[in-house]
């Protein structure tokens, strides 16, 4: 009986080692460790923004808006994307559009995607341009926050305002 009750004892001790890199790979296989690590820019997104113009040749003024667009990772680094933003600007007694299509290119640093941007568009209901870049950071899987500085102007001349804007982005 001694017997037995040892030999149960070494099967039940050796099957369960042979079983446990099993378990573990079932465990850790859900975290796809081959994707890279970070938030996956890739795909859809919808916002909103908020800022001002702190930099202007005119008064200052706020602006807000909405804006939508999409993301291509190209690797695990690069990220190129195209958005369209449709807002205002509020300067006095003053309300005037903006509507912006834009490219993106940038790089994700895991969580953070650091970009510059640039497109045309109405700028405060005039027709123009506008370039610049920011910073974007997701902190849940589908919701980002951002922050972005761009400089605008109107076609023939040079940039003659700087609109700082923060926003925040759901990701589908």
């Given at each position: 009986?001694?017997?037995?009750?040892?030999?149960?004892?070494a099967?039940?001790?050796?099957?369960?080692?042979?079983?446990?890199?099993?378990?573990?790979?079932?465990?850790?296989?859900?975290?796809?460790?081959?994707?890279?690590?970070?938030?996956?820019w890739?795909?859809?997104?919808?916002?909103?923004?908020?800022?001002?113009?702190?930099?202007?040749?005119?008064?200052?003024?706020?602006?807000?808006?909405?804006?939508?667009g999409?993301?291509?990772?190209?690797?695990?680094?690069?990220?190129?994307?195209?958005?369209?933003?449709?807002?205002?600007?509020?300067?006095?007694?003053?309300?005037?559009?903006?509507?912006?299509?834009?490219?993106?290119?940038?790089?994700?640093?895991?969580?953070?995607?650091?970009?510059?941007?640039?497109?045309?568009?109405?700028?405060?209901?005039?027709?123009?341009?506008?370039?610049?870049?920011?910073?974007?950071?997701?902190?849940?899987?589908?919701?980002?926050?951002?922050?972005?500085?761009?400089?605008?102007g109107?076609?023939?001349?040079?940039?003659?305002?700087?609109?700082?804007?923060?926003?925040?982005?759901?990701?589908?």
């Amino acid at each position: 009986m001694r017997a037995l009750k040892a030999m149960f004892i070494a099967i039940a001790m050796t099957g369960g080692l042979s079983v446990a890199p099993a378990v573990a790979q079932d465990l850790y296989s859900g975290y796809n460790y081959n994707m890279g690590l970070g938030f996956d820019w890739d795909g859809f997104y919808s916002g909103v923004y908020g800022g001002g113009v702190p930099v202007t040749d005119n008064e200052k003024s706020w602006s807000g808006g909405i804006f939508t667009g999409v993301n291509v990772a190209l690797d695990q680094t690069f990220v190129l994307g195209a958005e369209a933003q449709l807002g205002g600007d509020f300067e006095q007694d003053n309300i005037a559009l903006d509507a912006l299509v834009l490219a993106k290119g940038g790089a994700s640093f895991g969580e953070a995607l650091v970009y510059g941007t640039g497109g045309t568009g109405l700028i405060a209901g005039e027709f123009g341009y506008a370039f610049g870049g920011g910073v974007e950071y997701g902190f849940t899987d589908y919701i980002s926050v951002r922050g972005e500085a761009l400089g605008t102007g109107e076609w023939g001349s040079g940039p003659d305002e700087m609109r700082l804007t923060a926003g925040i982005a759901f990701h589908m």
